[in-house]
């Protein structure tokens, strides 16, 4: 009912479009929301304005692509505004600029995509339904479809525009296939005996009050409607059945199977019609004593068939001329037809296998007529029932009591939940997405939330419980255990620099290493591609620089788990074009003219920004609670 963008784009270039528009159809900066004259201006592009509710909707789609991934909600934010504005600076130059999208592109782009698509074809049906779950009208989304396609474009003439030579290809494997050789050590977490100071804990605590946060809580009551249960209140009648099994008959048809040989005659500069007709008369007379296959080996004109005894396959109707299919439809298995003209010449035709079609008997099919018959009916009444849910739990954004009563739904209620975790309808994350949006939390209804293709939700909040702080006492020995930690890495970290300097100085690893009861590791021949070592340690292996006069570099790569590795580089060994990187030369190219092409787009955007006018009068608010 509702749209997935990210599951059903078509192809790159849409992917591309629909990234600009956003999901599911907001393109930031095109329109403002109603009524925000009464609301907090935050930011403006030339003569474009955008207040609160555009950058918390900026931020809702914006941070969908971030979930579960830890990222600090005002870093999102900002991030989000960031990409507003340059998105309306692109707008506002490519429109100052004249460019343009065609109503006849414009309108295939939108024919194209599949969530506008039944069968698929364009359904128009459906495209209107889907824009009213978004509370848009077609002319808007087409604006912002043509607005997007225009902005894609000039963004696709830019990366187009560049391109890599040999000599960049060379170098970028030249650093791919680099080999170098350390030694290094691991100073493993220092063990920390004095326990922590009540002022410490005190203090830990007053700097870092949202770790003790309990989240905020919602419940919400919600109205659900299922193509099931629509399904289930289909009447169903024999006489309804019978007349549906008529109408569709062909579902319940085993098409005829008609396989078909022929030889051919040709008709051409060598040969007249009259030639070709008397050469298929002959051979329909040899026919008596030969078989049809040997035949057309001899002597068809068609030679690629010829080689399989002029074996056509599956006969399909719609494909050959009508003479040809009127004759190759009336044979019966076995037959061989009288001279047939077509525009190639004269064929003889053929039916070599035939099995008949056959309607399967309703009594037999009953059941299978009976689900079909409810799902089309079912069908209907579900798209009807989503566009009365979306219309009027917008036109009564206060309750959902009116839309309830007009389509004989119950009100359901769950349990508080936070945007984390839930359960029962809130274990959805879409669900708790809908519920802690800004449009919920201000006491509106949300807007229909597609659980699956069968399953649409509407809600509102019930309750709401605001975010708090954990006492002091409660979350002592979790401080403790942390400021322990904090204190190991310092003591570790310490240690590293200790080693660090020492063999700057001069020293060897080795020495160091036994003075300190730690082991040396040596790797030869390091490259890219070793699994061997950890990802953050090969990495600030490959970032360091080269040794300078035969001198080791020395340099300290930390662990996630707070260790620290203490390395030594001794060599370098520039790498070489393989046999396979040679192979994949053209696609490396490629690749790299595409990286070279963002960046120069990324800078064109850049300037663009710096030299528009731009003003932000106040940050993004906090979510609201």
């Known amino acids: 009912m509702l749209t997935k963008i ?86 506002q130059y490519v429109n100052a600029e004249g460019l343009a999208a065609s109503d006849d592109s414009v309108r295939d782009f939108i024919k194209s995509l599949e969530y506008f698509q039944t069968d698929g074809k364009f359904d128009d049906k459906k495209y209107k339904s889907l824009l009213a779950a978004q509370r848009m009208s077609s002319n808007e989304f087409v604006s912002r479809i043509t607005n997007a396609l225009v902005m894609q474009q000039f963004q696709d003439s830019v990366v187009a525009s560049s391109f890599a030579t040999p000599y960049d290809v ?120 030969k078989e049809f296959s040997k035949l057309a080996a001899e002597v068809s004109d ?79 009444a579900f798209y009807e029932a989503g566009e009365k849910l979306t219309e009027m739990s917008y036109e009564n954004p206060d309750n959902l009591q009116t839309v309830a009563d007009a389509l004989g739904l119950e009100i359901k209620k769950s349990a508080l939940f936070t945007e984390a975790k839930g359960e029962g309808i809130a274990a959805n994350d879409k669900i708790r997405s809908a519920a802690f949006s800004e449009e919920v939390l201000q006491g509106n209804n949300s807007a229909p939330v597609e659980i699956d293709a069968e399953h649409l939700v509407v809600l509102r909040q019930s309750e709401h419980k605001a975010a708090t702080t954990r006492e002091l006492s409660a979350v002592k020995a979790d401080i ?76 300290i790569a930390p662990l996630p788990s707070g260790e620290q590795i203490v390395v030594s580089l001794s060599k370098v060994t520039e790498g070489v074009m393989s046999e396979s990187d040679k192979k994949q030369f053209d696609l490396a190219q490629k690749n790299i003219a595409n990286a070279f092409g963002q960046g120069e787009f990324n800078a064109v955007l850049n300037s663009l920004q710096a030299d528009a006018d731009i003003s932000i009068q106040s940050k993004p608010q906090q979510t609201a609670e």
């Open 6 to 91: 990210r599951e059903k784009f078509q192809g790159a270039f849409a992917w591309g479009i629909l990234i600009v528009i956003g999901v599911p159809f907001a393109l930031w900066g095109i329109n403002n929301y109603v009524d925000n004259a009464k609301e907090t201006q935050v930011a403006s592009v030339g003569d474009k304005d955008f207040y609160q509710r555009d950058i918390a909707k900026a931020y809702e789609q914006y941070s969908r692509n971030f979930q579960g991934l830890g990222i600090d909600e005002n870093i999102l934010k900002a991030q989000a505004l960031d990409k507003l504005i340059k998105d309306e600076v692109l707008l």
């Open 170 to 289: 060379e170098s970028f494997f030249k650093i791919q296939n680099q080999q170098r050789d350390v030694d290094y050590v691991t100073v493993t977490l220092q063990q920390v005996s004095a326990q922590p100071t009540d002022a410490e804990i005190t203090a830990y605590y007053q700097q870092h009050q949202n770790a003790f946060q309990v989240p905020q809580q919602s419940a919400i009551e919600y109205v659900e409607l299922t193509f099931s249960d629509i399904a289930k209140q289909v009447v169903v009648t024999d006489d309804k059945l019978k007349t549906f099994y008529e109408d569709q008959i062909d579902l319940f048809t085993t098409p005829e199977r008609r396989k078909i040989s022929h030889i051919l005659f040709a008709v051409n500069d060598k040969t007249t019609d009259a030639m070709a007709l008397e050469k298929a008369k002959k051979a329909k007379l040899e026919l008596a004593n």
């Open 302 to 380: 068609d030679k690629v068939t010829a080689k399989t005894g002029g074996d056509l396959g599956l006969f399909n109707t719609g494909v050959m001329e009508k003479a040809f299919e009127e004759a190759a439809t009336s044979l019966k298995q076995g037959d061989v037809s009288e001279p047939i003209r077509s525009k190639f010449g004269y064929h003889l035709i053929k039916v070599t296998e035939l099995v008949p079609a056959e309607v399967k008997p309703f009594a037999s099919v009953k059941d299978e007529v009976t689900k079909a018959y409810q799902k089309a009916q079912a069908e209907n």
């Open 480 to 555: 403790i255990k942390v400021l322990l930690a904090d204190k190991a890495k310092v003591q570790t970290i310490e240690k590293a620099k200790q080693i660090k300097a020492r063999l700057q100085a001069g020293e060897s690893i080795q020495v160091v290493a036994v003075e300190n009861k730690l082991a040396v590791k040596q790797v030869k021949g390091l490259t890219r591609n070793n699994s061997d070592l950890a990802e953050p340690l090969k990495e600030a292996i490959f970032k360091a620089p080269k040794p300078v006069a035969d001198k080791p570099g020395i340099f």
